[in-house]
């Protein structure tokens, strides 16, 4: 498909304003569930896993959580021959475990998303003892450091903010950097999300990992930037005649992300870093710098938790990374 003359021209001067910157059957599912318990205790982990989504989609969890958990048992039976959900055993798990190889963080990872299906399995009377409760994998836990202001600056600097690819992407590193919201919500924002009287960003449960709703101020810059982005939206779906109000989308006017593991912002924020040698450009990455400069500034941990979206405000103190000259600095204002 050609490119339509002036469609993706942004008629606005974006760096002027960047100087104010700082599956399953149903009859299948209903003859398992019916079944007695004696005949449950046998059932296949592919069955289970079906049983099992389908109520996670129903709940309303994220596809990529879902995804996870196919992705992940699937492997598990491929490796160590499993196919019965009472066979699962501690030496079957640690079995699975050995033969990856990947890194202990990502074999912890994998880990996790086996326990939380062995805990429905459980839940469901498939298991009578949680026997896997005691498996774990040591991992040196290393804070990983956050974008700082200055790394979204550079970025901003290089980008061409007079296309709409471009601009667009601009604007999803500024939102993901000054509200700290995640990819996954990024994809699922829509121009109704957007509060430009107060300047808030209204996240409804039904977008947020943990389902929780949530209002995340913006600063004047973004509200600009958000406006420009918003009318060029409207160019592009006409352009195209798409019918969405999402607040972004491809320079086509669709969705930017097409499956869990396949997102447009995300693979193009790769491509900048690696072409202009960014090390802390990243979503996650991007997310933690907005965690650190609340933390910098002087916001409470309990309140920055709160804005990640956290369940745990342990997971918070993992995102603020904090070298040892600032430990020594913030003991001495004790002393």
């Known amino acids: 498909m050609t490119k339509r003359k002036g469609l993706y021209d ?3 001067d974006i760096k002027g304003l960047l100087e104010e910157m700082p599956a399953s059957s149903p ?3 209903k003859t398992i569930i019916e079944k007695p318990a004696i005949l449950r205790d046998s059932i296949l982990i592919s069955i289970a896993l079906d049983i099992i989504t389908s109520h996670m989609k129903v709940s309303g969890n994220r596809r990529r959580t879902i995804s996870d958990y196919v992705l992940h048992e699937e492997h598990f039976r491929s490796v160590t021959n499993v196919q019965y959900v009472a066979d699962i055993i501690a030496d079957t798990i640690y079995q699975w475990v050995e033969r990856m190889n990947v890194s202990n963080q990502t074999k912890l990872t994998r880990l996790k998303c086996l326990k939380a ?5 459980f839940d469901n009377h498939w298991i009578e003892m949680k026997f896997w409760k005691t498996i774990n994998i040591k991992v040196d836990q290393k804070v990983k450091e956050g974008a700082t202001e200055h790394d979204a600056n550079v970025l901003l600097s290089l980008l061409d903010l007079g296309t709409f690819v471009q601009l667009r992407d601009a604007v999803a590193v500024l939102v993901m950097y000054k509200t700290g919201i995640r990819i996954n919500t990024i994809v699922q924002l829509e121009e109704r999300h957007i509060d430009f009287h107060n300047k808030v960003l209204n996240l409804e449960g039904s977008i947020m990992k943990n389902h929780q709703q949530i209002k995340l101020p913006f600063d004047d810059l973004l509200e600009k930037l958000l406006r420009v982005l918003i009318k060029q939206n409207a160019v592009i779906r006409k352009g195209y005649g798409k019918k969405n109000s999402l607040l972004f989308i491809t320079k086509y006017g669709d969705v930017i992300s097409t499956s869990p593991t396949h997102n447009n912002i995300q693979k193009r924020l790769n491509k900048y870093a690696k072409a202009y040698g960014l090390k802390n450009i990243n979503p996650h990455a991007l997310r933690r710098g907005f965690a650190k400069s609340l933390l910098d ?4 941990v309990a309140v920055i938790s709160k804005a990640l979206g956290h369940s745990d405000i342990s997971v918070t103190t993992k995102y603020l990374h904090l070298d ?4 020594v600095s913030s003991l001495r204002s004790y002393l």
């Open 297 to 300: 500034k002087g916001a409470n």
């Open 117 to 121: 299906f062995l805990s429905r399995c």
């Open 10 to 12: 942004i008629d606005v």
């Open 324 to 327: 040892v000259d600032e430990v």
């Open 27 to 29: 009859a299948a599912l």
